[in-house]
T-cell receptor, first 112, second 111 residues
Framework: NAGVTQTPKFRILKIGQSMTLQCTQD?????MYWYRQDPGMGLKLIYY???????DKGEVPNGYNVSRSTTEDFPLRLELAAPSQTSVYFC???????????FGDGTRLSIL | DQQVKQNSPSLSVQEGRISILNCDYT??????FLWYKKYPAEGPTFLIS?????DKNEDGRFTVFLNKSAKHLSLHIVPSQPGDSAVYFC??????????FGGGTRLMVKP
């Protein structure tokens, strides 16, 4: 999906480890979002940002942190990985809040 | 409690026939609805949307219908093609511009 780059694509963590999921966009969109998708479930919003320096909690923020120091980057941090955080993580962007969101290809994270 | 539900986890359709994917919602404050298509190992891709002030929106082979009184929307694909095989997510947007997703329906179009 052009415009939104997520790294890494796959990662295995041990319980208690920390890591940062990277999301970078080249479309100069103000709105950025982090979702998680569990097997057989829809996407759930973790955090979102309406512009550089502004972040807000979504539906499932516990165990995660974000920052938005630039328009382009919106990293998601897991401080103390837990098995319940095993999921596929998607970053999305939109130009305005009421426009369709465009997604990256996701990061598949397993915590063992 | 799920505010957006896709009650059919999977659907199998013959190539050339119509595919109908359904979605129900409970929150009457949703005012914009979207369908996304997702292939394995890729992110969801926006397909088509509809505002709550309309009851139908068409884009090529894809048509979305909205029945506000029933809190129900559906996606029609005519004719269905093997390349349409994917997981389809329904999503609803509230006044705060936040999306709530359904659990998805896996569509399989058989040649």
């Amino acid at each position: 999906n052009a415009g939104v780059t997520q790294t890494p694509k796959f990662r295995i963590l041990k319980i208690g480890q920390s890591m940062t999921l990277q999301c970078t966009q080249d479309m100069n969109h103000n709105y950025m979002y982090w979702y998680r998708q569990d097997p057989g479930m829809g996407l759930k919003l973790i955090y979102y940002s309406v512009g550089a320096g502004i972040t807000d909690k979504g539906e499932v923020p516990n165990g995660y942190n974000v920052s938005r120091s630039t328009t382009e980057d919106f990293p998601l941090r897991l401080e103390l990985a837990a098995p319940s955080q095993t999921s596929v993580y998607f970053c999305a962007i939109s130009g305005q809040g009421n426009q369709p969101q465009h997604f990256g290809d996701g990061t598949r994270l397993s915590i063992l | 409690d799920q505010q957006v539900k896709q009650n059919s986890p999977s659907l199998s359709v013959q190539e050339g026939r119509i595919s109908i994917l359904n979605c129900d919602y409970t929150n009457s404050m949703f005012d914009y609805f979207l369908w996304y298509k997702k292939y394995p190992a890729e992110g969801p891709t926006f397909l088509i949307s509809i505002s709550s002030i309309k009851d139908k929106n068409e884009d090529g082979r894809f048509t979305v219908f909205l029945n506000k009184s029933a809190k129900h929307l559906s996606l029609h694909i005519v004719p269905s093609q093997p390349g349409d095989s994917a997981v389809y997510f329904c999503a609803a947007m509230d006044a705060g511009n936040m999306l709530t997703f359904g659990g998805g329906t896996r569509l399989m179009v058989k040649p």
